[in-house]
């Protein structure tokens, strides 16, 4: 079952001699449960894809849908509610508020909608990603592996139907880059949670179960290896 289409997506940017396409129709379909990771060099478009199957940015035509909900036809408000209950987003930089402990970042997407937490599931997201013994730390009491680690599950916390991930590990050192990856299989894999990963590491792409290569706004590779 595809949660994930893309038919047809473009992304253009200015006009006239400032024209950019960033994407240049892109076909997509990702089914429920899948680690997909999305691969190309630096300006091939991975990212601008990433912010459209997030909401963030609308595309210029074609049309994206998530969980069958049309992403263009969201308005800002919308797209902000649709992003918190149904897109986990995790970056490079992990955009934890700093001045709250790690339960409290980790159940902000709740706390916004005055949402009671499933402790049973809390406790199974924060045991599965190692730091149920840091809860009640702030951020800058941590490591830069376990800060990237409180985001991943404060972007797990709603159960979302989409986690999108840009460059997770651009941020960290080749150990803690190769445990985030473990965290994110571990999710995949006893979570059934679908995963799209944005990266130009060829390593951390193997990782994935399918790679998708992107080229000047353009797929022109996909990979399923397992």
């Keep these: 079952m ?3 289409t893309c038919e047809g997506v473009s992304k253009v940017y200015g006009s006239g001699d400032n024209r950019v396409t960033a994407l240049a129709g892109i076909d997509l379909e990702i089914e429920r449960g899948e680690f997909v990771a999305v691969t190309g060099a630096s300006g091939s478009g991975k990212s601008t894809l990433l912010h459209i199957l997030g909401s963030v940015d609308k595309p210029t035509g074609g049309r994206a849908t998530v969980e069958g909900t049309d992403l263009a036809g969201l308005n800002q408000t919308q797209a902000a509610i649709f992003r918190r209950r149904k897109v986990g987003l995790v970056y490079q930089f992990y955009n934890l508020i700093p001045t709250l402990t790690v339960r409290k970042n980790i159940l902000m997407p709740l706390t916004l909608d005055k949402k009671k937490p499933d402790e049973a599931y809390f406790e199974e997201v924060v045991k599965t990603l190692g730091i ?4 009640e730390a702030l951020p800058n ?13 404060r972007s797990l916390i709603y159960r979302p139907a989409l986690l999108l991930a840009d460059e997770p590990t651009g941020n960290l050192d080749q150990k803690n880059s190769g445990e985030i990856m473990d965290m994110l299989k571990l999710s995949n894999r006893n ?3 679908t995963i799209v990963l944005i990266t130009h590491d060829e390593k951390i792409a193997l990782e994935a179960d399918r790679i998708i290569t992107i080229e000047d706004g353009r797929i022109v590779g996909d990979e399923r290896r397992r």
């Design 132 to 135: 149920s013994e840091r809860l």
């Design 141 to 153: 009491q941590l490591s830069g592996g376990q800060q990237q680690r409180v985001a991943i599950a």
């Design 191 to 193: 979570m059934k949670q």
């Design 2 to 4: 595809n949660i994930l």
